[in-house]
């Protein structure tokens, strides 16, 4: 295609993309931005994904898709709290790992309402069946439960793009676990592995 060049590499040019929409947001991302940042000419980024927003869209999905993997791998804990635990310690990590943008793309950018509407119902699905196997109660409203976690998620990832550390994000994450409906016949929940690691250490 005219303009790109014989070694561009798709692939490396969509994660260098993801990182920029993930730093500054869709709006304040500009294709001179995005250009010199992948090393790459105008005409080859129009070449290789069409224009700005589909490049958005495409840089997004991949960002999704990863998303979803983890929260999937969690999921198949053996209890809705166990997996709830997990993607949020999980989030905590991942939004204030060093190596990338601090916060999340999916739960921050305003265009990607359907992508955390997704994520909702992901949530919600491993609650009921939470319900259905007994270790949350049968009146737990799973539909509010999970959107109350979606907020919590986009609360972590605002507090990681404001400068918070790992443990100030993990601590939120704390709180909201403890938010969960006791396991049917227990007083209380189960506090986060990562803490009680921490309070075993000398």
């Known amino acids: 295609m ?3 060049p014989r070694s561009f590499d798709r692939d490396a040019a969509l994660a260098v993309a993801v990182e920029q929409f993930w730093r500054a947001g869709y709006d304040e991302t500009s294709v001179a931005t995005l250009t010199a ?27 999704f898709q990863r998303t979803c993997e983890a929260v999937d791998r969690a999921a198949t804990l053996a209890t809705a709290r166990d997996a ?14 060093s190596a990338t943008p601090p916060g999340c ?18 949530l919600e699905d491993r609650l009921e069946q939470g319900v259905r196997d ?18 919590v998620l986009r609360g972590m ?16 994450a704390e709180v909201a676990l403890a938010a969960l409906p006791p396991r049917p016949g227990s007083t209380h929940g189960t506090a ?11």
């Open 2 to 4: 005219a303009g790109r």
């Open 37 to 63: 940042a992948m090393g790459v000419t105008p005409p080859s980024l129009y070449a290789a994904f069409g224009d700005k927003h589909r490049l958005f869209e495409e840089a997004s999905a991949a960002y």
């Open 84 to 97: 709830i635990a997990q993607i949020l310690d999980d989030a905590a990590r991942a939004h204030t790992e």
């Open 105 to 122: 793309l999916m739960l921050t950018e305003p265009r990607l309402g359907a992508q955390r509407e997704a994520l909702r119902k992901r």
């Open 134 to 151: 007994g270790d949350l109660p049968a009146t737990t409203d799973t539909g509010r439960l999970a959107v109350f976690l979606v907020a």
């Open 157 to 172: 990832s605002g507090c990681a793009r404001d400068g918070g550390s790992a443990e100030d994000v993990l601590a939120i």
């Open 192 to 202: 986060p592995s990562h803490h009680s690691q921490e309070e075993d250490r000398p």
